[in-house]
Structures are given as C-alpha cells and as structure tokens.
C-alpha cells in the first residue's frame, strides 16, 4: 500500500473511530434528558436534526442532489419506509435510557452484525461460511439462554437489533448516500413530529415550554448528536475497508455498557454476565473469521 493510501486509511480509522466513540455517549445525552417524555424527545430528534442536515447541506453545497433526489418518487418512497424503522429504533432506544435499561441496549448492537449476517442469508442469497454459521448459532444460545434460564425475552435488545438490521438492508437497496437519506427520512418524519409537538400544545402538555433553559438547550442539540456521528462515519467510512469498520463498531455499544455499568450502575447479575460473554465469543469468532477470510482473498488477486 503506497503512502497516501496509508494517509486515507489513517483518516478513515480517525473518523470512523470518533463517530462510533460519539455512540457510545448518545445514552449520556438521552440520559439528560430522561425527565421528558420519550415522544416528545423523538419529535426534537427529528425537528432538530432536519435543521442541522439542511444547514450542513446548504453550507457543503448538496442541494442540487438532494432536490434531485426528490424527484425521484421511487427513492423517496422507498426512504419512507426506513424512515419508519428508524423512528422505532429511535423511540426504544430513548424510552430504554430513561427506563434504565442501557445495558439491554448494547446488547441489541452487540447481536446486530451477527443478525445483518443472516438478513444477508435470507434477504440477498448471501452464502454463510462455517464460523459464521456458529456465529450466529451462539448469538441464538445466548438470547435463548435468556429466555429460559432467566425467564425474560430481551426485546429491547432485539427490537433496536432486528429495526437496523432491516434498516440496513431498507438503505443498502436504496441509491442514495447516508447524508442525503437521513435528511429525506427525517423529511417524511417532519410533519407528524411537528403535528404531535401541536397536540402537546393544545392540551398544554408540551414539557420543553415548562422546563428548565438547560433542558431545551439540549433538545435543541437533538439534531447534532443524531448527525454529528452519522457524518463523521460516513466520512470514514469511504476510505475504509468493511472489515476495519467490522472491528470498530464494537467501540459504541462498548463504551455504553462501561457507562451503563459503572458509571449508571445498572445491574450486572451472573446470569446476564452470561449472555453477554457468550455474545462476545460469537463477535471474536465473527471478526477473526472476517478477517481471515479477507486475508485469503487478498492472497488470491496477489496470486493472479
């Protein structure tokens, strides 16, 4: 690799790093914010973030392709539908930080590459190799260990897993960058977030007006802490190999179970120590199985 591959890869793991360290302090952020309701939290995210998406498109001087993009009834139809899956993730994760369940949160992203494994294998045809059938195998022994053992389905895990996972496939079908995209699904979100925000009003329910100045700066940040990590990791994401991003998205839901753990003091008993370790063997096997199998294709078109 010349040097000024190197340069761009170092750039890449610099952003794709920050983007997913940010993640992994979004629970922080809804944290804050916790005391409103989960609704209303969601109807700032999306008004927020179609602002600051607009700003920075305007400043960065993508209007023309965003307008073009909309003239395309087929991609902004398509994007309505993953507007609704995000909006889902969106609103479980939030209710699940005020609810004190950050730790289950992690382990709906710990589980989601595994489960974007087998969406490949159903959805586009995608081949499974031995690791990664075991892989996904372990991922189904610890969810059910929780099920039977503990007596509880962690739906919370699985929703936020299964709404990106389909999310991810919704997006991977769509032509159309992530900037542009989010900005199109927050479109589609816009009027009924600022229709329920009215409905808060009417009934004088709308908690940001009877709150604290601190509380609706934060609302007010709702768009740059959902678009600050989505650019940083679109930015990084462009010079980086799937691999590379493979290993480090386990950065975000990481740094959250730190902060669920110790910082939160969630609870931790032996049984969910469990689940969590058999997960993390199933990403170990994951990543190394990636990883070799990108080595041998490399050998391959070095052979020819």
């Keep these: 690799m010349d040097l000024p591959s190197r340069s761009e890869q170092l750039k890449g793991i610099y ?5 997913f360290i940010m993640w992994g302090f979004v629970p922080v952020y809804f944290k804050w914010v916790d005391h409103i ?3 209303e939290v969601l109807a700032h995210r999306v008004v927020w973030s179609v602002v600051f998406l607009a700003l920075f498109i305007t400043l960065t001087q993508r209007s023309g392709e965003v307008f073009q993009l909309l003239k395309r009834p087929r991609i902004v139809s398509s994007l309505a539908l993953s507007a609704l899956v995000i909006s889902l993730n969106w609103l479980v ?9 950050i730790v289950e949160t992690t382990l709906g992203y710990f589980i989601n590459p595994l489960l974007n494994i087998l969406f490949g294998m159903m959805i586009f045809g995608e081949r499974l190799r031995f690791l990664q ?6 991922a189904a022994c610890a969810v059910a260990y929780q099920v039977f053992l503990l007596g509880e389905l962690p739906w919370v895990a699985l929703t936020l897993a299964c709404c990106f996972s389909t999310y991810s496939v919704l997006r991977k079908k769509i032509p159309v960058d992530s900037v542009s995209g989010l900005f199109i699904e927050t479109l589609w979100l816009l009027p009924i977030s600022l229709a329920y ?3 808060l009003y009417s009934q004088n329910a ?5 709150t604290d100045i601190d509380t609706v700066w934060l609302l007010l940040c709702a768009g740059l802490v959902t678009s600050l990590p989505l650019l940083a990791f679109a930015s990084g994401a462009r010079r980086l190999s799937l691999t590379l991003i493979g290993l480090l998205q386990y950065i975000g839901p990481s740094i959250a179970f730190m902060i669920a753990v110790f910082y939160y003091d969630e609870p931790m008993d032996q049984q969910r120590l469990v689940t969590f370790i058999i997960i993390w063997i199933a990403l170990a096997l994951f990543s190394i199985e990636g990883i070799l199998f990108q080595r041998r ?5 070095v052979a020819q």
């Design 206 to 210: 709308f908690q940001v007006l009877s």
């Design 133 to 138: 059938w075991l892989s996904v195998g372990l």
């Design 15 to 19: 952003f794709a790093a920050a983007a």
């Design 37 to 39: 309701e989960p609704l």
């Design 297 to 301: 294709k490399h050998q391959q078109v």
């Design 197 to 199: 925000m009215g409905w």
């Design 93 to 101: 994760f939030i209710w699940a930080v005020g609810q004190e369940r």
